[in-house]
Every structure is written in structure tokens, then in C-alpha cells.
Antibody
Framework: QVTLRESGPALVTPTQTLTLTCTFSEFSLNSRGMCVSWIRQPPGRALEWLALIDWEDDKYYMTSLRTRLTISKDTSKNQVVLTMTNMDPVDTATYYC??????????????WGKGTTVTVSS | QSVVTQPPSASGTPGQRVTISCSGS????????VNWYQQLPGTAPKLLIYGNNQRPSGVPDRISGSKSGTSASLAISGLQSEDEATYYC????????????FGGGTKLTVL
């Protein structure tokens, strides 16, 4: 059974750098077609995709946050790490990671973690 | 403001059929597959439809998806109280080096 779990600080202060880790099981990011995405959801608002990394280590980012985001993978640990610099209170949200498949039916996020809530406040 | 537009709300009575639309452009809905997600309050989203009209294992066949041009739709027939949730469409956008886009979400109320 594929699972993903997000971990990271629940509270960060403004201007700090946020580091989130997605630890997954039962699939390999070395396998063709496998990707992991990060998505966030501010309280009461819509889902917002942040970044994706694929099995070839190609990386894609939300355009408006591109300069603040870095996504990386450690296949030996089955982990994907997202860093976001210069955090602001508007970045307060629940952050999800999701396995993303790439194939004949395009990309789709088929299994999601439960999410981790991050509050940005001084 | 998302580049992919959904109505903010929809409603229906038990047993009815409801549809939720997702409108985009040639760089996203018009040229890529559309996925649909269901989010119950306080929980992570769940994949309902991928590849415009494919259902993952476990999703009932009263739920269906379609796409025509730059618009896509999610249809739920035989509406049940447990269908009350927020529904999001999502697709890849080919512009600006490529990125995902989610619709703004549609809150479905079962009256």
C-alpha cells in the first residue's frame, strides 16, 4: 500500500526558511513515470500546486513562487524535500505531498499524504 | 484567481444528477488531461477521475468525467449525502516551462 507522510515545523517565523520532508513507501522515485508533488491549501481556500520532481530529477515549480522554492529527492531514503525561503504569514497553510504518476493518461496525483499544517507568525 | 475556472457552488437533492464544470484555455484544459479530486472537510483530497474520464479502482460508476475543447465536466448521478464535499479539477499547463493548475473548487451541497 502506497503511503506518504509530510513532516516539518508547525510554526515558523516570518523571513525564515521552511523545510518540509515527504517520506514515502511502496514505490520508487527511480521508476519511470513516478513523480512527487507538493500542494498547499491556505485555511478555507483552494488547493495550490507548488512543485513536482520526477524520476529523471526534472523539476517544475509554481511560476509565482519559483524564486522561493527548491524541490529535491533522496531516493535512498525514499524522501522528497521542499524548501521555501522568506516565509510570510500568507504562506500559512496545510502542505501536502502526493505521488504523481506520469503516463498515457497524463499526470495525476493518485495518493496523498494527510498533510502538515504550517503557521507563519512572529 | 485560478486560470482554470469552476463555479464556487453547486447543489442537488438525493438521487439527482449534478454536473460541475471546469473551464480553461488551450494551454491547459485544451491540450492536457483533466483530473478531478474530492475533498471532504478536514481531509486530504481523493482522486476521483484521471485522464479526463478514467475512474480509479473503488470510485463508483455513478461518477463520471468528460472533456470537450477547453472545458471539462464532472457528473455525479444518484446523488448521496456523502457526496457533499468540495470538488477540484486539475490539469497541466504547458505555458511558462510547465506547471500544474487547480480550479478554485466547487462546494457541492446535498439538500
Amino acid at each position: 500500500q502506497v503511503t506518504l507522510r509530510e513532516s516539518g515545523p508547525a510554526l515558523v517565523t516570518p523571513t525564515q526558511t521552511l523545510t518540509l520532508t515527504c517520506t514515502f513507501s511502496e514505490f520508487s522515485l527511480n521508476s519511470r513515470g513516478m513523480c512527487v508533488s507538493w500542494i498547499r491549501q491556505p485555511p478555507g481556500r483552494a488547493l495550490e500546486w507548488l512543485a513536482l520532481i520526477d524520476w529523471e530529477d526534472d523539476k517544475y515549480y509554481m511560476t509565482s513562487l519559483r524564486t522561493r522554492l527548491t524541490i529535491s529527492k533522496d531516493t535512498s531514503k525514499n524522501q522528497v524535500v521542499l524548501t521555501m525561503t522568506n516565509m510570510d504569514p500568507v504562506d500559512t497553510a496545510t502542505y501536502y505531498c502526493a505521488r504523481t504518476l506520469s503516463g498515457y493518461s497524463g499526470y495525476y496525483m493518485d495518493v496523498w499524504g494527510k498533510g502538515t499544517t504550517v503557521t507563519v507568525s512572529s | 484567481q485560478s486560470v482554470v475556472t469552476q463555479p464556487p457552488s453547486a447543489s442537488g437533492t438525493p438521487g439527482q444528477r449534478v454536473t460541475i464544470s471546469c473551464s480553461g484555455s488551450s494551454s491547459n484544459v485544451g491540450s492536457n488531461f483533466v483530473n478531478w479530486y474530492q475533498q471532504l472537510p478536514g481531509t486530504a483530497p481523493k482522486l476521483l477521475i484521471y485522464g479526463n474520464n478514467q475512474r480509479p479502482s473503488g470510485v463508483p460508476d455513478r461518477i463520471s468525467g468528460s472533456k470537450s475543447g477547453t472545458s471539462a465536466s464532472l457528473a455525479i448521478s444518484g446523488l448521496q449525502s456523502e457526496d457533499e464535499a468540495t470538488y477540484y479539477c486539475a490539469t497541466w499547463d504547458d505555458s511558462l516551462n510547465g506547471h500544474w493548475v487547480f480550479g478554485g473548487g466547487t462546494k457541492l451541497t446535498v439538500l
